[in-house]
T-cell receptor
């Protein structure tokens, strides 16, 4: 149980284009999903917290107009990187929290590797 | 700003021995603590969670938490070559699950056959 999927698993795009990444909880409902980013040789950094039906909360230094997050249902959150640039190339990983539970164990998706040329 | 510190390693341990991984955190009010394993190019995989002071055992893994010292550790008994990976310590907040996690940079563990 507690499986999270991401699509696509990898994407290559040209500078200036937008890329959408989907995160789905397959066998549970997630009121809260999180988006992380990991650059090579570094750890995961929280980008934003996404709550179903409300606006995402962004961490300091993350541009909300560049990284658009939509959490339209209890099983789907999307991250759109708008006007992507090479410095946005990274490993983007989402996680989902099991709704109704007290403990904050997060289940991670397999990640999406974005390369911006 | 919350910080989670880990020794980056690499930590080299002979097969069959005990691997000991350590982590300290800065936010005294943190309530939840996690160890994740991450293989190169993959996303993190949850190994252990711990919320109360003391030890928590799960198979070959034992997590230890000391909130007074702001210290978390992970012991891996009977280490296997497949345990070779980067181990990430992560700390949650006090939001009852609504907070994102703060990760350390990870310790690279190498189990020598």
């Amino acid at each position: 149980g507690a499986v999270v999927s991401q699509h696509p698993s990898w994407v290559i795009c040209k500078s200036g284009t937008s890329v959408k990444i989907e995160c789905r909880s397959l066998d549970f409902q997630a009121t809260t999903m999180f988006w992380y980013r990991q650059f090579p040789k570094q750890s995961l950094m929280l980008m934003a917290t996404s709550n179903e039906g409300s606006k995402a909360t962004y961490e300091q230094g993350v541009e909300k107009d560049k990284f658009l997050i939509n959490h339209a249902s209890l099983t789907l959150s999307t991250l759109t990187v708008t006007s992507a640039h090479p410095e946005d190339s990274s490993f983007y990983i989402c996680s989902a929290r099991l709704a109704g539970g007290y403990t904050d164990t997060q289940y991670f998706g397999p990640g999406t590797r974005l390369t911006v040329l | 700003q919350k910080e989670v510190e880990q020794n980056s390693g690499p930590l080299s341990v002979p097969e069959g021995a005990i691997a000991s991984l350590n982590c300290t955190y800065s936010d005294r009010v943190s309530q939840s603590f996690f160890w994740y394993r991450q293989y190169s190019g993959k996303s993190p995989e949850l190994i252990m969670s711990i919320y109360s002071n003391g030890d928590k055992e799960d198979g070959r893994f034992t997590a230890q938490l000391n909130k007074a010292s702001q210290y978390v550790s992970l012991l891996i008994r009977d280490s296997q070559p497949s345990d070779s990976a980067t181990y990430l310590c992560a700390v949650g907040g006090t939001g009852g699950g609504a907070d994102g996690l703060t990760f350390g940079k990870g310790t690279h563990l190498i189990i020598q056959p």
